[in-house]
Antibody, heavy 121, light 106 residues
Framework: EVQLVESGGGLVQPGGSLRLSCAAS????????MDWARQAPGKGLEWVGR??????????DYGASVRGRFTLSRDDAKSSVYLQMNSLKTEDTALYYC????????????WGQGTLVTVSS | DIQMTQSPSSLSASVGDTVIITCRAS??????LNWYQHKLGKAPKLLIY???NLQGGAPPRFSGGGSGTDFTLTISSLQPEDSATYYC????????FGQGTKLEIK
């Protein structure tokens, strides 16, 4: 069974940093692209970013609202993916989901339960 | 980025009804369109991928159609457990989601 478990959420001040982690199990992690998505309070789903697998050189893409502030990385030996969030803004407050992307990113077939990030002074 | 527009934003229907949710892309995305169901407090769940393929485990009362810029999600014989918010998402380029359609079962 595919499992994705996020951690690292919490309260941070505007301008601060936070690192989210996602531990994966139940599948061959190194074969898959991994994404992050988020949902702000009262809002819809927003795609945050993607890190591809080794064969692509671990290339990344980001949504426009986080580009230049967020950075994705992964450790295939630990079956984990990380989201480094810098220069956080109040509008980054959201539930952050770790997501497995299937078939070169054609669709997002497994989601974690999410970790809550609150950016507030 | 490709913009995705869903309609309606919300709807209310009764058990046994059939409902249709539409999703329009700002440019042609071929059939690179997926649908997700999101219930409060739960992780989103993939329902339909590549416009019309039912994800394993999804009930067959869910079906998808369309290509190019216009897509539909049809839910037949509505059940109480179908109460949720539904999102379309394009995978033609950098992923983007529609704004969601909240479905209430009367």
């Amino acid at each position: 069974e595919v499992q994705l478990v996020e951690s690292g959420g919490g309260l941070v001040q505007p301008g601060g940093s936070l690192r989210l982690s996602c531990a994966a199990s139940g599948f061959t992690f190194s074969d898959h692209y991994m994404d992050w998505a988020r949902q702000a309070p009262g809002k819809g789903l927003e795609w945050v970013g993607r890190i591809r697998h080794k064969a692509t050189g671990y290339t990344t893409d980001y949504g426009a609202s986080v580009r230049g502030r967020f950075t994705l990385s992964r450790d295939d030996a630990k079956s984990s993916v990380y989201l480094q969030m810098n220069s956080l803004k109040t509008e980054d407050t959201a539930l952050y989901y770790c997501v497995r992307a299937f078939s070169s990113g054609d669709y997002l077939d497994s989601w974690g339960q999410g970790t809550l990030v609150t950016v507030s002074s | 980025d490709i913009q995705m527009t869903q309609s309606p934003s919300s709807l209310s229907a009764s058990v046994g009804d059939t409902v249709i949710i539409t999703c329009r892309a700002s440019q042609s995305i071929s059939r690179a369109l997926n649908w997700y169901q999101h219930k409060l407090g739960k992780a989103p769940k993939l329902l339909i991928y590549a416009a019309s393929n039912l994800q394993g485990g999804a009930p067959p009362r869910f079906s998808g159609g369309g290509s190019g810029t216009d897509f539909t999600l049809t839910i037949s014989s509505l059940q109480p457990e179908d109460s949720a918010t539904y999102y379309c998402q394009q995978s033609y380029s950098i992923p983007t989601f529609g704004q969601g359609t909240k479905l209430e079962i009367k």
